[in-house]
């Protein structure tokens, strides 16, 4: 067994092998879009392996987080693990047990928290992630079944095809996007949204310029009378899941128009025309909160799952402050 933070020494042969034999796997975790967070320069990031028997068996894809400067900085300094840990389903109890314990030496001078966001299921691994300090924390999400178009049309709700429908006859319609102006036009919805509503810090547009440059990356437009009005960002881990990253629209400017629901739909149809099993909707908030976000998810069709997150916290006090900080400023 042996432990490898040094990303020079991690193979990635191997680590193509781990992403395609993984059921834990997610875009996020790929060569490809490590690559692409590096050299856009916009986050430090960690990479931490764990090899037996001289393959590699986990890696955690860490990005490192922070806003603003002086004390905003420090107490917002958090790293998440998008996606969880990527794990081969015979790693043994030991060699996670090293992998978690390094996450947290290696990533505790740096951030208050640590946070894995699961898109996959790691309940059966709940108790070393436990013993090892990271608590779990119930968070849902919805997957859709995007095997064949007929199974997609079986399973979403008659409000949303009907919904869908109406754009439509309306005249709107979803195309992929082709052009800078057309992802600016996209953006300038999505960070009205992250202002108004969302409330959290979204990426610069050269970050979604940068993104589209790269094959995994579908951007899903919805135009009406000439404009764009909405979109579905979507990020593609091959033949397997099409993630919905963002999504956004005008949606309550017309009365019989619903730019967010063609953006998702169209999205969900994508990912059955590329041979997707699995359209991810990336989350659907915690289980026994009210939240606006899962009542407009549940309508398409997908499986109410529950993955959760695991929280480790590196300085208890100062995430304690930062909580009250956040619940202050979202007043």
């Known amino acids: 067994m042996k432990l490898v933070n040094d990303i020079s020494l991690i193979d990635r042969q191997q680590w193509d092998d781990l992403v395609n034999c993984s059921p834990m796997a997610s875009i996020f975790q790929t060569p490809e879009f490590f690559d692409f967070i590096v050299e856009n320069g ?22 490192i987080l922070a806003e603003g400067k002086g004390w905003k900085k420090r107490l917002s300094s958090r ?64 997957h859709i079944d995007t095997t064949s178009a007929e199974t997609v049309e079986a399973n979403m709700g008659k409000s949303r095809r009907r919904d869908i429908k109406y754009t439509l006859r309306e ?52 135009k009406y009378q000439e404009e764009v009005v909405g979109g579905s960002l979507c990020l593609e881990l091959k033949s397997r899941t099409l993630y919905e990253w963002f999504v956004c629209g005008r949606d309550y400017e017309w009365r019989n128009v619903h730019p967010s629901e063609l953006a998702t739909y169209e999205a969900i149809c994508l990912a059955v025309n590329h041979g997707c099993q699995c359209f991810d909707m990336m989350g659907a908030g915690e289980p026994d909160k009210a939240y606006g976000v899962r009542d407009f ?17 590196c300085s208890p006090l100062i995430y304690k402050a930062g909580e009250f900080v956040i619940k202050k400023i979202s007043k």
């Open 42 to 63: 916009m986050y430090r990031t960690k990479l931490i392996g764990v090899e037996e028997d001289g393959a590699l068996k986990g890696l955690a894809v860490c990005w």
């Open 79 to 142: 790293a998440i693990i998008n996606g969880g840990p990527l794990l081969d389903e015979s790693i043994s109890e030991k060699a996670l047990a090293l992998l978690l314990e390094s996450i947290k030496t290696e990533l505790k001078r740096y951030c208050v928290y640590i946070e894995t966001r699961n898109f996959n299921d790691y309940s059966r691994w709940r108790t070393i992630f436990e013993a090892c300090g990271f608590r779990y924390q119930p968070h849902c999400n919805f």
């Open 171 to 222: 005249g709107a319609m979803a195309v992929e996007a082709t052009t800078n102006e057309e992802v600016d036009a996209f953006y300038a919805i999505l960070s009205e949204l992250y202002k108004d509503k969302v409330k959290r810090p979204l990426f610069k547009l050269d970050f979604f310029h940068q993104l589209m440059e790269k094959s995994f990356t579908r951007l899903i437009l919805v």
């Open 297 to 313: 998810k549940a309508h398409f069709g997908g499986v109410l799952v529950e993955h959760g997150r695991y929280l480790h916290l």
